[in-house]
């Protein structure tokens, strides 16, 4: 079984930075898909970011520039650099990963709160 275990989070001002980071537990084959997802108080969890095994890319709309997401090799760890974050960034960043080979499967990490302050 795969445990995802994220840090980062913490309580910015607007403008600063964070960066998140993620890890699987475990000598794992590298994931096919690893993503940061999002979930605001009173919102529903959204994407933010992903990233294949094949180094593809996608940010969510919202991103506007301001994120980044990298994957460390094959270690199964992937950050999200956050610059000028806002308030509207406030809530609890999810991991997942999925795997294709053993283990099969999509995996949460239990997530890591982000609050910004104006």
């Known amino acids: 079984q795969v445990q995802l275990v994220e840090s980062g989070g913490g309580l910015v001002q607007a403008g600063e930075s964070l960066r998140l980071s993620c890890s699987a537990s475990?000598?794992?084959?590298?994931?096919?898909?690893m993503a940061w997802y999002r979930q605001a108080p009173g919102k529903q969890r959204e994407l933010v970011a992903r990233?294949?095994?094949?180094?593809?890319?996608t940010y969510a709309d919202f991103v506007k520039g301001r994120f980044t997401i990298s994957r460390l090799g094959t270690q199964n760890t992937i950050y999200l650099q956050m610059n000028r974050l806002q308030p509207d960034d406030t809530g609890v960043y999810y991991c997942?990963?999925?795997?294709?080979?053993?283990?099969?499967?999509?995996?949460w990490g239990q997530g890591t709160q982000v609050t910004v302050s104006s």
């Open positions: 997942n990963g999925q795997w294709i080979v053993e283990p099969i499967g999509s995996y």
């Open positions: 990233v294949t095994n094949r180094d593809i890319i």
């Open positions: 475990g000598r794992l084959i590298g994931a096919k898909t």
